[in-house]
């Protein structure tokens, strides 16, 4: 089915929506002006932050039951609206209880809407070139700290940080439903003019497998697991990066600072990179090569004392990171089909979710355990990078296993 659509036009203008949303990493920013203003401890803040990532998978599902029924742009503007409401209540709240509420739920709530609508409907629109797609759109998530982070310090340094929650919130949400006017959502059955679909995908296209039977098949638990490992060592690092160039390799609070930027950067160029290699030589092979480069990477930042191997290392991780967040995106859609694409990723990103909750937490444990050093953390995120080599390989078996029985199934779940 061919459709009269501009498609990069839509990736565009949700790249350009997810760099608004990506903006809910650049937390930390408001998290120290926001002690002074509630005379409070900075967990007592960062809870705000917390909850918001626990209730990610909650906002990824029904954001992606709307793009299932072609309503992306429905999404868009739902998400959207709460994402800016959050963030100006959020600059109204007079007590850290309420920010859990505006910025941990409603904000919360309405980035997952609006990322899961993004993700969803680009992906579906390039079947072609899914993990360059998936790539890009992710991008502008991961890259949204790099641009909203400096302008935020700015308006801080000016106005006070509640202030500026407020004017980045009505910033975002004018952004955000402006861009939404040029999002459309995917046809069904949409095949790119030019683009004979191969025959492989043309059994895969058959495959549309509803969250509820995905969940009951050990190739999604080997996904998820896939894809919490390959986040794990990435949200160690997000959470911690200051502190560890601070306090392993002696830099100052402003040069640890633009190592933040440049993980924020290697970040964002891994989601495109990796995207566009898997699209090349597979996602298995690629997912591979980015466990075994986490793993020398989580090496590396072990055992270096000099400035030049932490600089490669967070770089190494940070574009590890990146093509984790790119590469699942079309690995859920090849496996389980694009039918209900939006739920399944959705669900699948317990995984993310995971990892959020224990990558923190570990790195934190083990440097209070050890006089604030990392090191044996990163040897533990070394040993666990290969648990994830080792899953390829049954991931890879498994894929190739039941497909008779995957081709038939979808028929009785329709």
Do not use: H
């Amino acid at each position: 089915m061919n459709v009269e659509l501009n498609r990069w036009r839509i990736l565009v203008a949700s790249t350009l929506i997810n760099i608004c949303v990506g903006a809910i990493y650049a937390f930390s920013i408001f998290a120290l002006p926001l002690t002074k203003v509630f005379d409070a401890t900075m967990p007592e803040i960062m809870m705000a932050f917390t909850i918001n990532a626990a209730i990610s998978p909650i906002p990824m599902i029904l954001g992606g039951k709307l793009v299932d029924k072609g309503g992306a742009k429905i999404a868009i503007l739902i998400g959207g609206t709460m994402f800016g409401l959050g963030f100006m209540l959020s600059g109204l709240v007079s007590a850290p209880w309420m920010l859990y509420f505006t910025y941990g739920v409603i904000t919360g709530l309405g980035q997952g809407i609006v990322y899961s609508a993004t993700i969803g409907n680009s992906v579906k629109l390039f079947p072609d070139k899914r993990g360059l797609a998936a790539g890009i759109v992710t991008a502008g998530y991961g890259g949204g700290t790099i641009v909203i982070a400096p302008i935020a310090n700015a308006l801080i340094a000016s106005n006070g940080v509640q202030p500026t929650l407020i004017t980045l919130g009505i910033v975002f949400l004018v952004v955000i439903l402006s861009c939404s006017l040029m999002v459309k959502p995917c046809p069904v059955g949409y095949i790119p003019e030019g683009w004979t679909p191969p025959a492989a995908s043309t059994n895969k296209g058959a495959i549309n497998i509803p969250w509820n039977e995905m969940v009951k098949k050990p190739l999604f638990y080997v996904i998820a697991s896939m894809f919490l490992i390959g986040a794990l060592s990435g949200m160690m690092v997000t959470s911690n990066a200051s502190i560890i160039g601070q306090s392993m390799f002696s830099l100052s609070a402003a040069t640890a600072a633009l190592f933040v930027s440049l993980y924020s950067l290697s970040n964002c160029l891994g989601r495109v990179f990796w995207g566009a290699v898997s699209d090349k030589i597979g996602r298995t092979k690629c997912l591979m090569v980015i466990y075994l480069v986490i793993a020398a990477m989580m090496l590396t930042i072990a055992l270096s004392t000099s400035v030049v191997g932490f600089a490669v290392a967070i770089f190494g991780i940070g574009l590890c990171f990146g093509g984790t967040m790119g590469i699942f995106p079309s690995i859920v859609g090849e496996k389980f089909g694009m039918k209900y694409y939006g739920v399944n990723y959705g669900v699948t990103f317990i995984g993310y979710s995971g990892a959020a909750f224990f990558g923190p937490r570990i790195a934190n444990s083990v440097a209070a355990a050890n006089n604030g050093m990392f090191t044996n953390a990163f040897y533990i995120a070394l040993v666990i990078s290969l648990v994830g080599f080792a899953l390829t390989f049954i991931f890879k078996a498994m894929e190739n296993k039941p497909l008779t029985t995957r081709q038939t199934s979808p028929n009785k779940a329709a």
